[in-house]
């Protein structure tokens, strides 16, 4: 295992360190618990906090700021964070209009992030559970269908209303709206190497592919034959689209997202089809997000992500936003 | 050899396409010859032109835009651009005040571009040469040190002077200034693959790095045992420090990049290290940037770049910037 690390029990402190003083002007850490946070808070507003296990970078810690995230608790590599991190993080952003926890369905983060509910007894909020993954409905890691790459893109739509003045029900009714029209699928060429076990997480042949690969390497939906971009563009959308089920016409956003070890050429390459076949369906690429954002460490691989967009969706996205991973 | 591509011949192509029509408010691309230039020309200004081989990106596609670059030239993978190439976008982005083309110091590039330039007789133009890799003085690829991630500091900052009005003498001396006082060293884990040969650049062991590789594979300075991040960031560190001399106290800019296929999370841990480095040589860093801008394929590893700063160097960094891989 070759890995920019010095001891792998401090690889997540060292590393929340380099991101908080690369940049110090708009972030800051604390640690036990650990967690990132504005360094303005907002006032006046429904605080979003999302968070997970380390390992996925950006996510969550590189969408804290203005127009997205209050705050990220990140846990170790592949990791839940524990229920301290998610109370410290929240009575730290907490602005008096409640606080809107974005979780990804997996069933550690879930029963971690209950925990911390039930202590919140203080404090108004409300969870948003994200499950996109349409690749299967079960997995090792979670309940019902995994949370994946749409995550970023319910943290940005919330983190747009918050930022202008949506209360906290309606921020919640957002979330669970924006994560019921959004459906992502990945795949994975190789195996990513969690620090802490030092070996591979999966064993895959030379010639094969994990079509419906989860972010932490979890099995997929079958193990295929290796195969042209252009194929692996229709396995991937074929049940996206199933599941979102759009009329003809409608816009969508189209997100390609690098798992972590796959060239960015190689991404706009998928863009450029993946386009292609949703133009074929009569549905209109209205918004694109090409980019290394919902991560499993060095795992080459993609996924492609596909949200419903409706007027309000777009004038969401496209609010501003400056956060160290997603500016404009 | 898995990779997202269809065609190996029609990767360039298609890659492209898809990164115009991720871009399509901001950037063209034309074929035949091949550039990508900004959708909405600049006026009355000098115009700033690079490229070189693809594989590196977003390196240079992905700086085309307001206050970096006007035009960008990629060649097929690891492969400089032809002639042709640099005529077109010269021609076609030329506002009437000249040309400053940004070459990387690679002896196909220089060639390549000499050639463009011979022919170029009707159209004002100069050149500025990134040598910014401390690394060798010479590789199998170049004539003298290479250009790697220093790079894209020299467009930035050359970019945000045109915008702003600089004449192209001004362009040129500006340019060979930034150029000057940047140095760049980087280290590989592993080999990446190019797509025309299907196999593996070099090989290296399972306890091996390599020190000082260039962004094509080239051999570096030296093999050594794998070693923690602190010790990596010195062996980086020490060749830059020399190269530059800087005296105690001087600002500086800090660059970690990824070459592909290290995930953001080492990176950061990279960050904190090398800016505590750069503390302790009584060194200030006073502009950060970290994450996979000049890149090998999916090679894992990262170089180190610094550049010194003075208040013209640090308000061309901040100027306003908005291209795919770089905005604020």
Request: aromatic share 4%.
């Given at each position: 295992m070759k890995k920019f690390i010095n001891y792998v029990d401090d690889a997540v402190v060292e590393s929340l360190s380099g991101l908080a003083s690369a940049h110090e002007a708009l972030?800051?850490?604390?640690?036990?618990?650990?967690?990132?946070?504005?360094?303005?808070?907002?006032?006046?507003?429904?605080?979003?906090?999302?968070?997970?296990g380390s390992g996925h970078e950006p996510l969550h810690t590189g969408y804290v700021g203005r127009?997205?995230?209050?705050?990220?608790?990140?846990?170790?590599?592949?990791?839940?964070?524990t229920p301290d991190q998610w109370m410290a993080a929240a009575h730290r952003v907490n602005a008096g209009r409640g606080v809107l926890f974005i979780v990804k369905n997996y069933a550690g983060d879930r029963l971690n992030f209950q925990m911390a509910s039930d202590m919140l007894v203080d404090l108004d909020h409300l969870m948003v559970v994200v499950d996109d993954d349409v690749a299967i409905d079960h997995s090792t890691h979670a309940s019902?269908?995994?949370?994946?790459?749409?995550?970023?893109?319910?943290?940005?739509?919330?983190?747009?209303?918050?930022?202008?003045?949506?209360?906290?029900?309606?921020?919640?009714?957002l979330g669970d709206r924006v994560n019921s029209c959004t459906a992502s699928m990945g795949?994975?060429?190789?195996?990513?190497?969690?620090?802490?076990?030092?070996?591979?997480?999966?064993?895959?042949?030379?010639?094969?592919?994990?079509?419906?690969?989860?972010?932490?390497?979890?099995?997929?939906?079958?193990?295929?034959?290796?195969?042209?971009?252009?194929?692996?563009?229709?396995?991937?959308?074929?049940?996206?689209?199933?599941?979102?089920?759009?009329?003809?016409?409608?816009?969508?956003l189209l997100h390609v997202n690098g798992l972590g070890g796959t060239p960015l050429m190689e991404l706009y390459l998928l863009q450029h089809?993946?386009?292609?076949?949703?133009?074929?369906?009569?549905?209109?690429?209205?918004?694109?997000?090409?980019?290394?954002?919902?991560?499993?460490?060095?795992?080459?691989?993609?996924?492609?992500?596909?949200?419903a967009l409706d007027e309000e969706a777009k004038r969401l996205w496209d609010a501003p936003v400056h956060t160290p991973a997603l500016r404009w």
């Open positions: 972030l800051a850490v604390e640690f036990d618990p650990t967690f990132v946070c504005r360094r303005t808070p907002k006032k006046d507003a429904v605080a979003v906090v999302s968070g997970g127009g997205m995230l209050d705050a990220a608790c990140p846990g170790q590599v592949f990791t839940s964070p019902g269908r995994r949370g994946v790459a749409g995550t970023l893109i319910v943290e940005k739509m919330v983190g747009a209303a918050a930022e202008a003045g949506a209360d906290l029900f309606e921020c919640k009714a795949v994975a060429f190789n195996s990513c190497i969690v620090p802490a076990s030092g070996v591979a997480t999966f064993e895959i042949g030379e010639h094969e592919m994990e079509m419906g690969v989860g972010i932490h390497g979890e099995p997929g939906r079958q193990r295929l034959p290796f195969a042209p971009a252009v194929e692996i563009v229709d396995l991937l959308l074929d049940p996206i689209l199933k599941d979102l089920s759009l009329a003809r016409g409608r816009e969508v089809h993946a386009r292609r076949r949703l133009a074929a369906e009569g549905l209109a690429v209205a918004r694109t997000l090409v980019g290394n954002h919902t991560t499993s460490l060095e795992m080459a691989g993609a996924s492609l992500t596909v949200t």
